[in-house]
């Protein structure tokens, strides 16, 4: 899929992480030229742009994605709480903004709001993991090259941990994100098909997946520990 | 379309599949299955396939003879046995009349019913089945009494002999079909395996033990032999059961489990298993649905012939099994009337009915029984509140006709075909001289 764009570069490294956790494809730029140079074909799908200690580098960039100097679909503004006043009258600029710097939470709630919703942007739709293959857009799930067998929800149970490796899930957390909420069948019905996935992974990957002892699963291992 | 749905479509386009097989059961737990081309599939999906019950056991009725095979998009997997150059996938389905109510014939619709019941109450309902079964050279009972494959024994680790590769075979096939398997081992008789199945949600077991039945007959059938879950193939050696264990959750928790209870089973837990023995005797015919079911219960052995409970006593009924320390989760009973000829789907709504109406009635657990009851005489049993299972298929017929839970439990059109046909199969049996009455017999009279 094609990247957002995020300003400056390099990224805030705390940014960074939290868009690679949360599965965003994304490339900084440092100014409007590199913004240009690295455009992909069809423009940006969006971009994050921080408004730091000297916003008018940002405030610039903005203005020059509204002329259409570089093609840009939605604007993420992050800025600081101290520096909201110099949103007046530059409304125009942006799409939407996030408070800098930001609870994850919140960046994640706005980036699916801004580009889900504009169905702009999508997460990668090839997430590849060690052995670990899928293409989103297919359905399908490979490990080393071999394609597994998967049901619908073993596959979802399996893209939902593999698009946040390292993080430590819950029961519940998996149960209301991938079956939802309404689900009778309670948190077993995860251990049931973590096992069930594990048992199609095959012996040499089953702990691709790991059991949190008295916390939940998680998937692989984080590059930010 | 929902999105399990979607999910197989792209799946059979992606794999190119090229048989999409319709799994159902008929009445006394028979797998059926017709196949389709994927072409037909988005079609099937919105209207189902429609077929003539007629032939089918359990399915027949005065007015109407077509139904309509619904595929369940969530149950979809790809059969790991099918040519890499001819993928094949199976989806179990639920049957329908032509105006789309559920059909009442359709076991698996039956425990969807119960489950549903049960969840009114905030339940789920857990089962983990051990399956025994037969290695035989063949399966034709022409070529006399079966052959085993081999002659070792419980737990025996055999090094080269043919069944110990078919049991790892199977293993693997299912594990490849998302059916995890806990233990397997050779059990007590000669070539007589077990396949421990780790628990599930019990309609999803229902559909495994289906799955499981195919498989093992299967893999034993490429390598040329025949395995058969026919309760008591052997004289003189114990037969195969079905011994299953059941849980009850409330989303996180076990219900069953209580720590400062003797024996680690909450209120709910005894008056479920308090339920479960109070009805054992109605829901036997279901339970162990063959004439020859009843001879496994005469072996003395790990088939328990007798209404009772324990922690450690295999001539009872239920076990209550002494848990580790610290796993509140896995809080059960073990029901060991159970054997492998038994339609999981009918034989887990009993069950599940008669233990949920222990909760709702309250009934109070008889007091554990730790005397070997094999030992004692049917006065002395009655003496210490002791019933004992019926002790043929007729009689276990004639209990469950009265029996109440059973026919609301099954619905009337199951009930009564079950009933009818169970009875014509014991009028059958009864009209045959058997190897036994010629032996001693003709030669003396």
């Not at chain 2, 073990?334 to 009934?363: H, Q, V």
Request: a negative charge; aromatic letters at 10%; glycine letters at 8%.
């Amino acid at each position: 899929m094609d990247p957002l764009l995020v300003f400056p570069s390099p990224a805030p490294p705390e940014l960074a992480q939290a868009l690679d956790l949360g599965g965003w494809a994304w490339k900084a730029a440092a100014d409007l030229d590199q913004a240009r140079s690295e455009q992909p074909p069809d423009g940006w799908v969006g971009a994050l742009i921080v408004a730091g200690n000297e916003p008018d580098d940002a405030f610039r960039l903005c203005r020059s994605i509204r002329s259409g100097d570089v093609h840009v679909g939605s604007v993420l503004l992050l800025i600081g709480g101290g520096r909201l006043a110099s949103l007046d009258f530059r409304e125009d600029l942006f799409d939407d903004f996030c408070l800098y710097p930001f609870h994850p939470v919140e960046l994640e709630a706005r980036l699916k709001h801004l580009f889900r919703r504009t169905g702009q942007a999508e997460r990668a739709e090839i997430i590849e993991y060690g052995p670990l293959g899928m293409n989103l857009e297919t359905y399908q799930a490979a490990i080393e090259g071999k394609p597994l067998d998967l049901t619908y929800m073993e596959y979802e149970l399996l893209r939902f941990l593999a698009q946040h490796p390292g993080k430590v899930f819950t029961r519940e957390t998996l149960l209301s994100r991938v079956w939802g909420y309404d689900y009778y069948g309670g948190a077993r019905t995860v251990d049931v098909h973590v096992r069930r996935l594990r048992s199609k992974l095959g012996e040499e990957h089953a702990n691709l997946i790991q059991t949190v002892r008295s916390v939940g699963y998680s998937f692989g291992t984080s590059r930010w520990v | 379309m929902s999105r399990e749905q979607e999910y197989v479509l792209r799946t059979v386009e992606e794999r190119g599949v090229r048989l999409i097989r319709l799994w159902f059961t008929d009445v006394l737990g028979q797998l059926k299955s017709v196949a389709i081309s994927p072409a037909e599939l988005d079609a099937v999906f919105d209207e189902g396939v429609q077929f003539d019950g007629t032939a089918i056991d359990g399915f027949s009725r005065v007015h109407e003879s077509d139904v309509l095979a619904r595929p369940d998009a969530t149950t979809f997997e790809l059969l790991p046995w099918a040519k890499a150059d001819e993928p094949s996938g199976r989806m179990f389905c639920n049957i329908e009349n032509l105006d789309g109510t559920a059909f009442e014939g359709d076991p698996r619709q039956i425990l969807q019913r119960n489950l549903q019941l049960a969840r009114g109450h905030g339940y789920t309902f857990f089962a983990a089945p051990e399956a025994e079964f037969f290695y035989f050279e063949s399966g034709d009972p022409a070529s006399g009494r079966p052959t085993p494959l081999d002659r070792a024994s419980y737990f025996d680790l055999t090094t080269s002999d043919v069944s110990s590769d078919l049991r790892k075979t199977t293993i693997h096939m299912l594990e490849a079909m998302g059916i995890p398997v806990e233990y397997s081992f050779h059990e007590d008789s000669p070539s007589q395996h077990e396949i421990d199945l780790r628990y599930t949600e019990a309609l999803d077991m229902a559909d495994n033990i289906m799955t499981l039945r195919l498989v093992v007959k299967k893999i034993a059938m490429d390598r040329g032999c025949y395995a058969t879950f026919m309760p008591k193939p052997l004289n003189g050696v114990q037969g195969s059961g079905m011994h299953t264990h059941l849980s009850l959750f409330e989303g996180e928790q076990n219900v069953f489990h209580d720590p400062d209870d003797e024996y680690g089973l909450s209120a709910t837990g005894r008056q479920f298993t308090a339920g479960v023995l109070h009805h054992a005797r109605e829901i036997t015919a279901v339970t162990n649905q063959l004439v020859n079911s009843y001879k496994r219960f005469a072996e003395k052995s790990e088939a328990p012939p007798f209404v009772a409970w324990a922690r450690n006593n295999r001539s009872a009924l239920v076990r209550v099994p002494v848990r580790k320390a610290g796993k509140p989760e896995s809080a059960r009973i073990e029901y060991r009337g159970l054997d492998g000829a038994t339609n999981p789907y009918l034989a887990f709504s009993l069950i599940l009915a008669a233990g949920l109406r222990g909760i709702t009635e309250r009934y109070d657990l008889p007091t554990e029984i730790n005397v070997n009851l094999f030992e004692m005489n049917d006065h002395q049993r009655r003496e210490i509140g002791i019933e004992p299972l019926p002790r043929s298929l007729d009689e276990a017929l004639d209990i469950m006709e009265e029996s109440k839970l059973a026919r609301d439990t099954l619905g009337e059109h199951v009930f009564e075909w079950f009933l009818r046909n169970k009875r014509t199969e014991w009028a059958e049996f009864q009209a045959q001289v058997t190897p036994f009455e010629l032996d001693r017999y003709l030669s003396t009279w």
